[in-house]
C-alpha cells in the first residue's frame, strides 16, 4: 500500500471516525504544517485549504473499500471498513501526534476552516497575526464568532510543530 495511503488510514483509524469531508481535508492541512509528512499541495478554495490529490487518495481507499464513506444528508463521514485494520495499525504515531489528531476531530469543522485559513494565509506572508487575521477574517465573516477557538487551534498547531515528532 502507497505510504500516502497509510498515512491517511492512520490518521482516520486513530480518529476513530471523521464527519465531514471539509474536516478531513483541514485535519490533514494542519496536521501537515504541524510536520507530519503528508507532501500534499494545497490551494486557497472555498472552505479554506483544499488539495484535490489528497480528495484523489480518499476517493481511491474508498473505492478499494479500505475506508467507509456514509453518507448523511449532505454531511460525509469517514471509518476505516472494519476488516481493514490492520492495515490501518501498521502506520501508527508517537503519542503527540496520536493526541493532535484527537484534538483535531474534536473541534468543530468551521473552527478548522478558520484555523487553516490563518496557517495558510501565515505561510504566504500576510505578517503577523493581526494581519493573518484581518485578512482571513475579511475573506470569511461568517466565522468571526470563530476567531478565538480558531486562534487557539493554530496556536496549538504552530507550537506542536516545534517538537519533534
Same mark, same amino acid.
Given at each position: 500500500?502507497? &505510504?500516502?495511503?497509510?498515512?491517511?488510514?492512520?490518521?482516520? @483509524?486513530?480518529?476513530?471516525?471523521? @464527519?465531514?469531508? $471539509? !474536516?478531513?481535508? !483541514?485535519?490533514?492541512?494542519?496536521?501537515?504544517?504541524?510536520?507530519?509528512?503528508?507532501?500534499?499541495?494545497?490551494?486557497?478554495?472555498?472552505?479554506?485549504?483544499?488539495?484535490? &490529490?489528497?480528495?484523489?487518495?480518499?476517493?481511491?481507499?474508498?473505492?478499494?473499500?479500505?475506508? !467507509?464513506?456514509?453518507?448523511?444528508?449532505?454531511?460525509?463521514?469517514?471509518?476505516?471498513?472494519? &476488516?481493514?485494520?490492520?492495515?490501518? &495499525?501498521?502506520?501508527?504515531?508517537?503519542?503527540?501526534?496520536?493526541?493532535?489528531?484527537?484534538?483535531?476531530?474534536?473541534?468543530?469543522?468551521?473552527?478548522?476552516?478558520?484555523?487553516?485559513?490563518?496557517?495558510?494565509?501565515?505561510?504566504?506572508?500576510?505578517?503577523?497575526?493581526?494581519?493573518?487575521? !484581518?485578512?482571513?477574517?475579511?475573506? $470569511?465573516?461568517?466565522?468571526?464568532?470563530?476567531?478565538?477557538?480558531?486562534?487557539?487551534?493554530?496556536?496549538?498547531?504552530?507550537?506542536?510543530?516545534?517538537?519533534?515528532?
Amino acid at each position: 500500500m502507497k &505510504e500516502a495511503f497509510k498515512s491517511l488510514m492512520g490518521v482516520v @483509524h486513530t480518529a476513530g471516525n471523521i @464527519h465531514g469531508r $471539509k !474536516k478531513l481535508q !483541514k485535519m490533514v492541512y494542519l496536521l501537515q504544517k504541524a510536520g507530519l509528512n503528508f507532501n500534499k499541495t494545497f490551494r486557497y478554495h472555498y472552505y479554506g485549504p483544499y488539495s484535490t &490529490e489528497l480528495q484523489l487518495e480518499i476517493d481511491a481507499l474508498v473505492d478499494m473499500d479500505l475506508l !467507509k464513506e456514509s453518507r448523511n444528508g449532505y454531511a460525509y463521514g469517514y471509518s476505516i471498513v472494519g &476488516e481493514n485494520d490492520a492495515h490501518a &495499525e501498521g502506520y501508527e504515531f508517537s503519542a503527540r501526534i496520536s493526541s493532535l489528531i484527537g484534538f483535531l476531530n474534536g473541534v468543530p469543522a468551521q473552527v478548522l476552516e478558520l484555523a487553516s485559513t490563518f496557517a495558510y494565509l501565515g505561510e504566504r506572508g500576510y505578517g503577523d497575526f493581526d494581519a493573518v487575521q !484581518k485578512k482571513a477574517l475579511a475573506l $470569511k465573516p461568517d466565522l468571526a464568532s470563530k476567531a478565538s477557538s480558531a486562534k487557539e487551534v493554530y496556536d496549538r498547531i504552530l507550537s506542536e510543530k516545534l517538537k519533534p515528532a
